[in-house]
């Protein structure tokens, strides 16, 4: 008995662990708090640039999976675009990218 109630102790600070993090100004948010969208560490924005105008996947990957996983990353973000790309570009299918029209991966079985 004694041994389950040091063990429960023991995960206390992991679960506050859980529930506390850092956002971008480095400042701790206590995501128990609120949940709401607006007490979020990163907005909309902020997530898409990191998963698509910073990732290797999304800027230098010629894989058919990374242009794949790239058009999804957009279709979860509708509207937002990268501060990069030219103002003619409004998603990332919409202009140009490193694996665009090559079919397939890699190899004896990729066309151009």
Same mark, same amino acid.
Do not use: H
């Given at each position: 008995? &004694?041994?389950? #109630?040091?063990?429960g102790?023991?995960l %206390?600070?992991?679960?506050?662990? #859980?529930?506390?993090?850092r956002?971008?100004?480095?400042?701790?948010?206590? %995501? @128990? $708090?609120?949940?709401?969208?607006?007490? =979020?560490?990163?907005?909309?924005?902020?997530?898409?640039? #990191?998963?698509?105008? &910073? =990732? /290797?996947?999304?800027? @230098?990957c010629?894989?058919?999976w990374?242009?794949? +996983?790239?058009?999804? #990353?957009?279709?979860? /973000?509708?509207?937002?675009?990268?501060? $990069?790309?030219p !103002? +003619?570009r409004?998603? /990332?299918?919409?202009? !140009?990218? &490193?694996?665009?029209?090559?079919?397939?991966?890699?190899? $004896?079985?990729? !066309?151009?």
């Amino acid at each position: 008995m &004694k041994a389950v #109630i040091a063990w429960g102790l023991g995960l %206390l600070p992991t679960a506050w662990a #859980i529930a506390v993090l850092r956002n971008q100004d480095g400042q701790l948010v206590n %995501l @128990e $708090d609120d949940m709401s969208a607006d007490a =979020s560490p990163c907005d909309g924005q902020c997530r898409f640039d #990191i998963m698509m105008c &910073k =990732s /290797f996947m999304c800027t @230098e990957c010629t894989y058919e999976w990374c242009t794949e +996983a790239c058009q999804k #990353i957009q279709t979860d /973000f509708p509207g937002l675009r990268c501060s $990069d790309w030219p !103002e +003619a570009r409004t998603s /990332f299918s919409n202009g !140009e990218f &490193k694996g665009k029209g090559k079919l397939g991966d890699a190899g $004896d079985f990729a !066309e151009k």
